[in-house]
């Protein structure tokens, strides 16, 4: 008979603990600090990196984990720290994702080291695929690339918007459309090896929050990269191509494939802004005195808490779900992935908010971190799918129908 548990195995909660450790020894204390400088917090990525916190043998070590639950673990815990350096942490982790997801293994051994550098001088990397015109439309993209054959080159031109690591990756991980007529299905991603002319970007973009994360547009002017830089390789490609010439139903495209494999771990990040939120308002609630007595013997206050725990504990859930079957090769039927990210994307959103109200004028201060923790909430809602696409792809799971 198969016993059913929640408990997290010894690996589990040790792996939790050390990175908890890390976030509020390390992280936390940094956290004001590099979220006002809005720059790349290099020293905390390099402290990451020298005890094994930044690496792919780290994420290598997490995907391992036959339950899927190391990896939303770790997450949630390095963004209950802070989530402009953890998204600084873990920003590279996409790009990593969508070499792992499309490409072969000896890519994977090429490339992926490139991507974190090593402890002396570690690097970022960048995954590339939202336009200026083509955000959730990822069909309407127009980033194009073409083979020229003479050479063994692919040349890929265009432009996206809102790389995380855009300029300063080493690696850049580029979606572009081989056959537009196709739409969706003509795409393929390709690996921007360091030091490739014609990539440029923006300066820093500033923004509402994760402040601590590096975030830029990426301009593509005729990069010329070797053949070998097309994930997946030429035959797979073609292969992929004739299917959807004919008409044949295939894998999911190069960016979607990138953010199946993600979203259970972004809803994660957001639960560890969400629970940070909680945790802080919890403990204010219980020491501020109004009327004699501390604000938390208020039903007002009290009943707000006890909703916004129910709400991570139902997010964490789901996440631990998806995470599960994502990892387990289980079909997404129902939108699992997406539901599980846009569960945690709002309550992240509410409980920030609720954190902020409930310390009321104090909350507004920098003086408490909640109106950093509430800054940083909204983006979960928008990136890596926002809401409204987590419910369109919901939508059209359970109901087989092309809901537009």
């Known amino acids: 008979m198969t016993e059913f548990s929640l408990d997290l195995n010894e690996e589990q909660r040790d792996l939790r603990d050390w990175v908890h450790g890390f976030a509020a020894e390390i992280v936390r204390p940094a956290a004001a600090e590099w979220d006002a400088r ?7 990525i390099q402290e990451a990196a020298k005890v094994g916190l930044y690496g792919f043998e780290f994420i290598a070590n997490c995907w391992a984990d036959p339950t899927g639950l190391s990896l939303p673990l770790a997450n949630e815990e390095l963004f209950w720290g802070d989530a402009g350096i953890g998204m600084a942490l873990f920003g590279t982790t996409l790009a990593v994702a969508a070499i792992y997801g499309a490409g ?12 974190y550098g090593d402890t002396d001088r570690p690097a970022v990397a960048a995954f590339c695929t939202t336009e200026p015109e083509a955000g959730s439309d990822v069909a309407a993209m127009r980033t194009r ?8 080159e692919w040349v890929l031109t265009g432009q996206k918007a809102y790389a995380t690591n855009g300029g300063i990756a080493a690696v850049h991980v580029v979606t572009a459309s081989v056959e537009p007529e196709l739409g969706s299905r003509g795409q393929a991603a390709f690996v921007v090896p360091p030091g490739t002319e014609g990539l440029t970007a923006t300066k820093k973009l500033k923004k509402l929050g994760l402040r601590a994360s590096h975030t830029a547009d990426v301009f593509l002017d005729d990069v010329r990269v070797p053949g070998r830089c097309l994930l997946g390789g030429r035959d797979a490609l073609r292969e992929r191509l004739d299917r959807a ?20 771990t972004v809803g994660a990040q957001a639960i560890g802004v969400a629970r940070a939120a909680y945790e802080y308002a919890l403990a204010y609630a219980g020491e501020r005195v109004q009327f004699g007595r501390p604000i938390i013997e208020n039903q007002a206050i009290a009943f707000q808490l006890a909703d916004m725990r129910m709400e991570i504990d139902a997010a964490r859930l789901l996440v631990w779900r998806a995470a599960w079957m994502g990892r387990n090769n289980r ?12 569960k945690a994307g709002e309550v992240a959103v509410s409980v920030t908010e609720r954190a ?10 920098r003086e408490h971190p909640v109106e950093r923790w509430y800054r940083d909430a909204k983006i979960y809602t928008i990136f890596e799918g926002t809401s409204e696409i987590q419910r369109l792809v919901i939508s059209r799971a359970i109901s087989g129908r092309q809901i537009r």
Do not use: H
Not at 38 to 43: Q, R
């Open 145 to 152: 690339a073409r083979y020229d054959e003479a050479a063994d």
């Open 38 to 44: 809005e720059e790349t917090p290099w020293p905390v």
């Open 104 to 115: 072969t293994p000896e890519q994977l051994v090429e490339w992926v080291p490139q991507c």
């Open 356 to 365: 902020v109200q409930i310390l009321g004028g104090a909350g507004f201060l």
């Open 245 to 264: 010439r004919s008409g044949q139903r295939g894998n999911s495209q190069a960016a979607m494939r990138t953010f199946e494999l993600s979203r259970p």
């Open 331 to 342: 079909p997404f039927t129902a939108g699992e992935g997406s539901m599980s990210k846009l």
